[in-house]
C-alpha cells in the first residue's frame, strides 16, 4: 500500500464543503487536527483519498479529491464501525504525522 502524506495547508475549502461537514457534526478545526496527529490512509475510487484519525475522542473519516493545488475535502464525518476497525488495526504499520 502507497504511503500518502497531507499537509493541513494543502486543503482546498470553499462554502460548500464547510456547510456539507457541519452537518455531520464536524468542524474544519477537527479535520486540520487528524492530520496533525496519527492517521491512516487510503487510496479509494475516482483517485479519492479516505483518511481515518482522531480528533479529540472522535475518530472521523474524511474524503479528499486531489486537485491541481492542493486536496478539496469532500467530506468529513464520524467513522463506521468498519473503518474505526481498519484504523485500530492498521495505524501502527502505516503512521503519518505532520
Known amino acids: ?14 462554502e460548500w464543503n464547510v456547510k456539507h461537514i457541519e452537518k455531520h457534526k464536524v468542524k ?13 490512509a487510503r487510496e479509494t475510487y475516482k483517485e479519492r483519498v479516505m483518511i481515518i484519525g482522531t480528533s479529540g ?12 493545488k492542493g486536496y478539496y475535502v469532500v467530506t468529513a464525518r464520524d467513522a ?8 485500530r488495526n492498521e495505524k501502527n504499520s502505516q503512521i503519518q504525522k505532520l
Open 1 to 14: 500500500m502507497k504511503t500518502i502524506t497531507i499537509k493541513k495547508s494543502e486543503l482546498i475549502w470553499d
Open 28 to 40: 474544519r478545526s477537527e479535520v486540520k487536527q487528524v492530520l496533525k496527529r496519527k492517521y491512516v
Open 57 to 68: 475522542d472522535r475518530i472521523l473519516s474524511i474524503v479528499l479529491a486531489k486537485e491541481q
Open 80 to 87: 463506521s464501525k468498519k473503518e474505526r476497525r481498519i484504523f
